[in-house]
């Protein structure tokens, strides 16, 4: 009869678990998003990091919890964490990890990577450019990937970001409804099969020739064609989810207008906590503006306004502000959707009319060092 195996701890599960997971907007698994670059064929030999172990890693926004904030001088409210499998075959085995700009940090890369971070003394590492940059991002999705590590400075091949929408189901029948009218108005026709081989040449992997008559036709210089493309795909992505993020943020706003605290005392007086809730409700709702205010920069709404208006000149001006609005709409959703997380996470279990004041007040603190933390990510490094 054969033993048994060894159960797997609970560390290893949940690494087992990050492992499996696709890229999201918190999750970039760095070794399986280039394993499937590989297979596909599009960039056989790409890499992000230098360091050939950096780029199995698995790097997660993580919001801190009371013990971690010690690992840090001055501790954000949402770090970067960064775990390293020890043996990416046999993910169980245990990672490496570290958060960017805890104190150990750079400890830990000399002894484990052989990364020396000698800020000030001569140029700065690339791999440690790259770990900074993801950390100052607020989100890890694909799209503000491509835009922050797709540069002069730091020169990631952009072949590692290429995405296609046309061959997800759902997204091609989002896709098909949203553009048929402005292909209709563009190419002259609304014939299904037109409207499907013209989604494929712009929304694939690459761009089809039908895409390329179509951008020479508006004039479009050569050079953009694929950082337009790339954000029109990003901005049909974002489209898609604004749905279920305004339904989110309503039941927050919600909440917060019924919510009743308890338990006021010295240390959490009602005046502090009202101060607190006006306070709360002001981030949330401003983040969630901005959000607004970009997405009609380019949503369904916009589009009808460019076709009603029949103007060639309204389309070329809608691609081309395209790559400037979906960025900034891509990190203010993320920093919705962690505001937005966090209070779901936070509030669980609590009754809204009997909320005890000293937790609210933690809460609401924590959120609104959120808005603080990524309103001044420009400014922030580690050395």
Not at 11 to 29: K, Y
Not at 228 to 256: H, P, T
Not at 259 to 283: C, F, K, W
Not at 367 to 383: E, K, L, P, R, V
Request: some cysteine.
């Amino acid at each position: 009869m054969q033993a048994n195996s060894r159960p797997k701890s609970r560390g290893a599960r949940e690494l087992e678990v990050l492992a499996a997971q696709p890229c999201n907007w918190r999750i970039f698994n760095v070794g399986k998003h280039l394993k499937q670059i590989r297979e596909e064929g599009t960039a056989p030999n790409c890499t992000i990091f230098k360091n050939k172990r950096l780029d199995d890693a698995i790097i997660l926004k993580h919001a801190l919890r009371p013990n971690e904030r010690d690992l840090f001088e001055r501790p954000p409210m949402v770090a970067t964490k960064v775990l390293v499998p020890i043996d990416p075959a046999q993910i169980t085995l245990g990672a490496i990890s570290f958060f960017v700009g805890e104190r150990s940090a750079a400890q830990v890369l000399q002894r484990s990577f052989g990364i020396r971070n000698d800020q000030g003394r001569g140029p700065p590492d690339r791999d440690v450019m790259i770990l900074n940059e993801l950390d100052r991002t607020p989100s890890l999705d694909v799209f503000l990937l491509r835009e922050i590590l797709c540069n002069d400075r730091i020169k990631v091949s952009t072949d590692i970001f290429n995405v296609s929408l046309a061959e997800d189901p759902h997204f091609r029948t989002f896709i098909f409804r949203e553009l048929a009218p402005l292909v209709n108005f563009a190419i002259g026709s609304s014939e299904p099969g037109k409207v499907y081989r013209f989604v494929d040449s712009i929304f694939g992997a690459t761009i089809g020739p039908q895409a390329a008559d179509f951008l020479s036709a508006l004039m479009l210089p050569q050079a953009k064609w694929a950082e337009i493309v790339f954000a029109w795909k990003a901005a049909l992505f974002y489209e898609k989810g604004a749905d279920e993020m305004r339904g989110r943020f309503e039941r927050m706003a919600a909440q917060l207008r019924t919510l009743r605290t308890y338990g006021h005392n010295e240390a959490y007086p009602r005046s502090l906590i009202l101060n607190q809730m006006r306070e709360l409700t002001d981030v949330v709702g401003r983040a969630y503006g901005r959000c607004l205010t970009n997405i009609r920069h380019f949503n369904s709404a916009r589009r009808a306004s460019v076709i009603s208006g029949k103007s060639i000149h309204a389309l070329t001006s809608y691609l081309s502000e395209l790559p400037g609005t979906v960025l900034d709409y891509g990190t203010g959703a993320a920093l919705v959707d962690h505001i937005l997380s966090y209070w779901a996470y936070c509030a669980r279990g609590y009754e809204l009319d009997r909320f005890p004041a000293e937790v609210f007040s933690m809460v609401a603190s924590d959120i609104c060092s959120m808005d603080t933390q990524y309103n001044a990510a420009g400014t922030q490094a580690w050395a």
